[in-house]
């Protein structure tokens, strides 16, 4: 599981978030030696990084990293949350220091464990959420784990066993995992993101590759049939593939005119039954039935499953109604792709919340979407300006100042039978700690009104 070499050496681990405080665990009970540190006097690790200073052989610095320490170690375990071009990780590539993500360790020391992987651009979170709820649902031990929920890792210091596990895997976490094999993979869709941390689009793909990486012929790969980006990136893998699709038949599709969700031939569940917004929650849905049915659930417990889950925080949830007015948090939307999609859900007239730290990707993409029905953008955060400038003339716009000045504003503009979208199209990074909290304070704002 653990390379001897690192016992006799000392392993650095970066980032103390949740993935990292966990790595640090795992690694301090192989009795390996670990140097953790964060760049943040306070990182999101919270409480659990005093427990950590108290492990034999843990040392753990905040507020910066000790570059000769990385430079010096056996390996680098890297948190989802640090850019591949961060100091840290380039002075161990440029050591030639081996650098993996905490997937890749929890991984390994889930000898036996099988997974169902999902990645993509958008829809990760909710796909993995529909596909634990649905094991769940059918009585098998499941949990949606990764970057949702629970890392590998903790799962691994706890012991726990499950018969399944249901992994949201970014792009980052595949460039870092050269072990991680699963035996479902699900790809949602691709689209441009993460321009910000990667040099092209091209590169960023080519990361979301390494899902196929170590295929075999018993693997089962769940597709996006109407995306050709999907299509071409699994070209060549070994395995067996299953398609879903939102306009055609396919092995799990949406019949449109009869409104019904099917596997096949058969119907699956009646699009009013399942409780999401948007096409694209009919294609996660659909996607987490086909990996369903290949870790053997039944097509009538899929169904019951797919009925019975609920919208998560900070996609496209309905936060209250005031004054005849719907407020939605879709804060999860930091890129174009998520935010047109959240739009093309709007059924009513819309007064949009955009804005943040910009990701690389211009904004005149959404302009098709809001000429319809967005009867006004506010614009906040760094990205304001850009965002002004590339949507000036499509529709009217506001800049907002405060996050309650933004909340505000929308009030003012929003009338009887609209809704108030917070779908941001950007990172959190300017105003809050992470998308969670910017949803949360939009949340509080609104319960307030």
Not at 169 to 180: A, T
Request: hydrophobic share 45%; proline share 6%; aromatic share 6%.
């Amino acid at each position: 599981m653990i390379p001897a070499t690192w016992r006799r050496s000392v392993v650095a681990v970066v980032g103390l978030g949740k993935s990292g405080v966990a790595a640090t665990r795992l690694l301090a009970r192989e009795g390996v030696p670990v140097y953790a540190s964060d760049a943040a006097e306070r990182p999101d690790g919270g409480d659990a990084l005093a427990a950590l200073r108290a492990l034999p052989g843990v040392e753990v610095e905040l507020g910066r990293h000790d570059l000769a320490k990385i430079r010096g170690a056996a390996a680098v375990v890297v948190s989802p949350g640090v850019p591949p071009d961060a100091p840290p990780l380039a002075a161990a590539r440029e050591a030639r220091v081996p650098v993996v993500s905490e997937i890749e360790i929890g991984f390994a020391a889930l000898e036996g464990a099988r997974c169902i992987a999902i990645t993509g651009t958008n829809g990760k979170t909710t796909t993995t959420a529909l596909v634990a709820h649905v094991l769940e649902a059918a009585g098998v031990r499941a949990a949606a784990v990764g970057n949702i929920g629970r890392p590998l890792a903790d799962i691994a210091v706890a012991g726990d066993r499950y018969d399944w596990l249901a992994v949201e895997v970014s792009s980052f976490q595949l460039h870092d995992s050269p072990h991680f094999a699963p035996d479902v993979g699900v790809l949602t869709n691709l689209a441009p993101d993460h321009l910000d941390r990667y040099p092209s689009v091209a590169a960023y793909y080519d990361d979301k590759r390494l899902l196929f990486h170590n295929a075999t012929a018993q693997s089962v790969w769940v597709l996006n049939a109407d995306d050709a980006a999907v299509l071409a990136l699994a070209q060549g893998a070994s395995g067996r593939r299953v398609g879903f699709s939102l306009t055609r038949r396919a092995d799990g599709w949406y019949d449109g005119t009869a409104q019904l969700l099917k596997l096949g031939d058969a119907p699956l569940l009646p699009r009013r039954e399942l409780k999401l917004l948007g096409d694209h929650n009919v294609a996660n849905a659909l996607a987490a039935a086909l990996a369903a049915r290949a870790a053997g659930v039944a097509p009538e417990a899929v169904a019951r499953g797919l009925g019975s889950f609920r919208a998560l925080p900070h996609r496209l949830e309905p936060v209250r109604e005031v004054g005849g007015v719907l407020w939605i948090n879709d804060s999860k939307a930091t890129n174009i792709a998520s935010t047109s999609v959240a739009v093309a859900a709007m059924n009513r007239p819309f007064v949009l919340l955009l804005g943040g730290r910009h990701k690389g990707e211009p904004y005149t993409g959404l302009a098709p979407r809001l000429r319809e029905r967005c009867r006004l953008v506010i614009v906040f955060g760094e990205a304001g300006p850009l965002v002004e400038r590339d949507l000036a003339g499509v529709v009217p716009l506001e800049r907002g100042t405060t996050f309650e000045d933004v909340v505000a504003r929308a009030r003012r503009a929003a009338r009887p039978g609209d809704v108030v979208l917070l779908s941001p199209a950007c990172s959190s990074y300017d105003m809050f700690r992470n998308y969670e909290e910017r949803g949360a304070t939009f949340r509080h704002l609104v319960e307030s009104l």
